[in-house]
Nanobody, 125 residues
Framework: VQLQASGGGLMQAGGSLSLSCAASGRTFSVYTGGWFRQAPGKEREFVAAIFRGGGSTVYADSVKGRFTISRDNAKNTLYLQMNSLKAEDTAIYYC???????????????????WGQGTLVTVSS
């Protein structure tokens, strides 16, 4: 499956941005979808994930209550709604997909074998 992330941009702290990730090449519904981010000089870190059916989601503590991950399998698209943005949310955001991912390993980037190209989110304070 090929992934294409979009929706990044510049936003003031406290604002909102919505990211999208369009999947093509294979039915996205068979994959667990995830969002990761990488800030300058830091390693890529887990942000959020959603299981195939969309009923179960997992979030990093740093974004819980502010970000919402969702998916529309009919449109082969993964979303990340980001509210109450903070300067520390500044990073390149990557969408990812993987199969047969279980709850205990869903935060590990090694579990995802398909990645989008990344979209830059900059939050000014």
């Amino acid at each position: 499956v090929q992934l294409q992330a979009s929706g990044g941009g510049l936003m003031q702290a406290g604002g909102s941005l919505s990211l999208s990730c369009a999947a093509s090449g294979r039915t996205f519904s068979v994959y667990t979808g995830g969002w990761f981010r990488q800030a300058p000089g830091k390693e890529r870190e887990f942000v959020a994930a959603i299981f195939r059916g969309g009923g179960s989601t997992v979030y990093a503590d740093s974004v819980k209550g502010r970000f919402t991950i969702s998916r529309d399998n009919a449109k082969n698209t993964l979303y990340l709604q980001m509210n109450s943005l903070k300067a520390e949310d500044t990073a390149i955001y990557y969408c990812a997909a993987g199969r047969q991912i279980i709850l205990t390993t869903i935060r590990l980037r090694e579990q995802y074998n398909h990645w989008g190209q990344g979209t830059l989110v900059t939050v000014s304070s």
